[in-house]
């Protein structure tokens, strides 16, 4: 079980819902202690009471009744992935990419690079069980000749494959199968390219976003410049990349997958609710 998978539903905010939601007691008179009196405010307590129980019941009713249509993220926080089990954070320092901090990626177009970047990804096919499958948000297909396997890919890995493809593209005299037209220069036979590198970016920009970092870049203070510089070698908390390879590469589909069999199934995926969009 991983950390992500060991939230719990906040019931203590529908409590406190609940609290905010009820009227405040009315004050109890200070003057008059006559029993009569007394009787009264315990019963507008009471009846204050009651209420409010009725609130926090309507409440906690309604919350089920939302899970059973759909599955409310907030209780969740996160989708079910069959690799959550494989997540595990460390804290890592990002390569600054400028001369005197490159990162191994940082190499002319080669031979070399390509390998280092087809190893990022060229695992990302897997093969899951029909259990997990069936607890995907989102249907997959059965393998072809695999019975009980359904067919999967993390989207980190298609992230790396874009981004790759973005590389490409921007070394169009190294791969030329991937030079892209520009707003001035629209190409035929580049419309592939263009297209796909136009998806690329656009995947990268939504997934960058979806994950929205938050660790925090920093400026210090620099006594030889006389000025408080940007830092951007700074500690990131990191989903351990080498833990979700190790995952994808026991579960790699090695055969290959013929798309054009269709194979029926009982899995019925379940209808999201609003509240994660
Ligand atoms: C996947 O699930 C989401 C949320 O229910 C839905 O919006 C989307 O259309 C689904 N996509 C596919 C391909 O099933
Ligand atoms: C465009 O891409 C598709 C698949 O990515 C490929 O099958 C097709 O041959 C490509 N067309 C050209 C003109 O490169
Ligand atoms: C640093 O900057 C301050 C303010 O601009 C200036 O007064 C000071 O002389 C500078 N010191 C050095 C060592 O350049």
Redesign the pocket.
Known sequence: MSKDQEYQPLISDTLEEADVDSPSPQSTPICKFSTWIMHSALAVLVAIETMALVVLIAILLRRPSQAAC?MPLGSQKVLYSPALSAVEHEVQVYHLGFPGDLSPFQIHSSPELDQMWSDLYNYGVSRITKEEAAHL???THAIPGDPGHYIAELDVFHNLHCLNKVRMALDPDYYPDWRISTSNNHIPTQKNATEHVAHCIDWLRQSIMCHADTSVIVWQWDPRANESLVKGNVAHTCRKFDKITEWAKQRVLVNAYDPTVHIEDDIV????HQE??
């Open positions: 759909g948000p989102n249907k995926v379940p209808i999201l994660m969009s």
